[in-house]
DNA sequence: CTGTTAGCGCTTTCAA
DNA sequence: TTGAAAGCGCTAACAG
């Protein structure tokens, strides 16, 4: 603003008020065509209701916000088929893509890995990937929750399992795998469950008649279903059979019993997903990849078992 | 596609072989422009780490996908006071917009509607505004709250108060006042709270003085917080105090105590959302306004007092 | 330093 | 029926 000569000030006055008296506002969209950046960035998800990814989202949306940027949702629960074409559609709307826990196969994340650049990862790493990744380490936190329970004399154990795709299901079945060499005393069972608390409630029947004394669930969502459902059969929690969960959901502290599970830093991963994203934008060389170890949280879902 | 002529199939094989091979894809950007649509609507609400809104967010998301559209989140939360500019800039960005609970004040509404529009209006309704609106008869969820609390004996009762500035908290409070005509004999105090599970945790002390034998929360949320804290603090629920929370969010059911609540059904609020807003953005006539009655979900944090 | 113009990548209208 | 051109509303590079 030049200040020195005639007019300025009163022409900017002037422009300014012709501008609000015609409700002029610039148009993002032209803006964004000639920059060639929407400051927007996509947010993919397997399930938006899941509250762990809320969580994510939440923190993301945030921590995006400061830096101008918006985030446009995506959740690819109706077809996980079509997830690749999902992820493609969605990135051509915006500058960038967090992919969070993706279901598709490495061989389809490789592949659509360039076209997709800048890419974050949460929940899933590929060396052959240059993208950054957050990650949680399922192994070893599933393995704390058995040498829990192990601890506590439990010798046979019911895993509830998560969605087949899921890499992080996977994870936990490799941890599960590792413990049982490690601990050759120990039986762990497998059962087919899924990721909501329905599918937890679905699955009390099933683990009650298993005979283990203990059950893993897949996350905290289907261990809160598991317990209802469990209750409601007139199984006792902790004191017939011990539950525990994963991720330590907000809820996990209030629910009856409270549950014991490994917390993982959702909101953290949301924000440090945003600050690799930046820098990946701004060219900067972003953070070094963060494997998050999940902590033991013991609460009232397990006990001791009877016998 | 004229097939009469010849090459038409090998030209068009061609096209997209070639097309395929320099990755080419299509510039959602330039198309909007083009258009002067964006196929994306914004969603803004005053906290998207709040189930409730976490609900109608997936559900609207969901309901968007099927017609093409993405939706864009913002979170007004970290500072209400601006929250008309928020709206306005994320309304630049797309084609429509989503206002659940604004905390904004009537004035400001009416003043922004038109450069908002198309607008649906969640939790909020004005009469000047022609906007499709989906509310909750927060008045009479209340009433029912408090009459289960009288029926149970309770006449010393006290509302931990939601945000100042949000209208559902006013109208609350208008249902509260409503019940204590009605009731003379009960007595009502008001403590100052919030929205989150924090804000319950904290009114935990309060609460425990106030003398009141039955506390009713401003949402679910901080019912949780507060019977964790009054627990903590060694108050039985619901023998030496009953507690009530409102909205029913998934998580209710396994509190323990279980809450008793009112159920707000919101992910039909996300999803009739939609279909209101789709009718606005295709030209038709949409839907006429709902208002939700919740429905009184007594559960095991409520009982008679104790004297 | 100010003002003009080309161009972002698409759609659509209008001539050929 | 096909192809060229104008224009969406902005930014950035360019002359003046």
Redesign the pocket.
Known sequence: M?QR?FGDATIAERVLSVATELA????H???S????QTSAIAFVVPDLANPAFQAMLSSLSKAAAKDGYRVLVADSAESPRDEPALVSEIRHRCDAVVLCAPRMSDAELVAMADSLSPLVLINRTNPKLGAPSLSVDYRSGIQDLAQHLWDLGHRHLVFVEGPAESVSNRHRLEGLAEFARRMPGVRIDRMSGGATSEDGLAAAGPVRDSGATAALAFNDLVAIGLLNGLIQLGVRVPEDMSVTGFDDIPFARFSAPTLTTVSVPNEDLGAEAWHRMHSLITGETPGANIEFHPRLEVRRSTAAPRS
Chains 1, 2 share one sequence.
């Open positions: 030049n000569f002029y506002s610039p148009s969209l032209a803006r065509l000639a920059l060639g």
